[in-house]
């Protein structure tokens, strides 16, 4: 059981760039969600997904793209990188509504 | 809105002092409240919880009370350890709220000297 799984660890992106953030989940847990952490300002919720098929936006959405097309996976994709983007960003998951979360390593992400 | 407020870090203390990190909050009905722990290079995770007023969490020598009355729920250890230094955060959750979204504290850092 590996619980909440996230690649990579860290990553470098140059301004404009791409990518994909992973994440994955072996629990069968249904409730998944991004979140981003930055000094002093605790986590803010980027996106989230009830169900396979099903996902919604939170708090600070914009340039982030999410998709849920497994229980399993929920992976976050940057579309176009910006330095604001700078940030370590974290996956959980929970059974139903978000009361106890499990969550991942992380991944540090640096746009230059 | 909701919201969430916690003592500023980071908080420093020895080896088995008596911890306390304030945590008081905003919100309408009776939300769930949350206290979860980052170690260093590490996810979070769940410490403790209490879902209604009076409710005591507890766990690994910690615990906090929901007081209504005063919107609080205190976090308090007897005696820390080396071990104990962590970034520790503060949330709710409305369990009636269709977004699905716990609101979090900005964290407070706990660094033990031995």
């Known amino acids: 059981n590996a619980g909440v799984t996230q690649t990579p660890k860290f990553q470098v992106l140059k301004t404009g760039q791409s990518m994909t953030l992973q994440c994955a989940q072996d629990m069968n847990h249904e409730y998944m969600s991004w979140y981003r952490q930055d000094p002093g300002m605790g986590l803010r919720l980027i996106h989230y997904s009830v169900g396979a098929g099903i996902t919604d936006q939170g708090e600070v959405p914009n340039g982030y793209n999410v998709s849920r097309s497994t229980t399993e996976d929920f992976p976050l994709r940057l579309l176009s990188a910006a330095p604001s983007q700078t940030s370590v960003y974290f996956c959980?998951?929970?059974?139903?509504?978000?009361?106890?979360?499990?969550f991942g390593p992380g991944t540090r992400l640096t746009v230059l | 809105g909701d919201s969430v407020t916690q003592m500023e870090g980071p908080v420093t203390l020895s080896e088995e002092a008596f911890l306390t990190i304030n945590c008081t909050y905003t919100?309408?009905?009776?939300?769930?409240l949350f206290w979860y722990v980052q170690y260093p290079g590490e996810g979070l995770q769940l410490l403790l919880k209490a879902t209604k007023a009076d409710d005591k969490g507890s766990n690994k020598g910690f615990e906090a009370t929901y007081r209504k009355e005063t919107t609080s729920f205190h976090l308090e250890k007897g005696s820390v350890q080396v071990s104990d230094s962590a970034v520790y955060f503060c949330a709710l959750l409305h369990p009636m709220d269709s977004n699905y979204q716990l609101i979090w504290g900005a964290g407070t850092k706990l660094i033990i000297k031995p």
């Open positions: 919100a309408t009905g009776y939300p769930s």
């Open positions: 959980a998951s929970s059974v139903g509504v978000p009361d106890t979360q499990y």
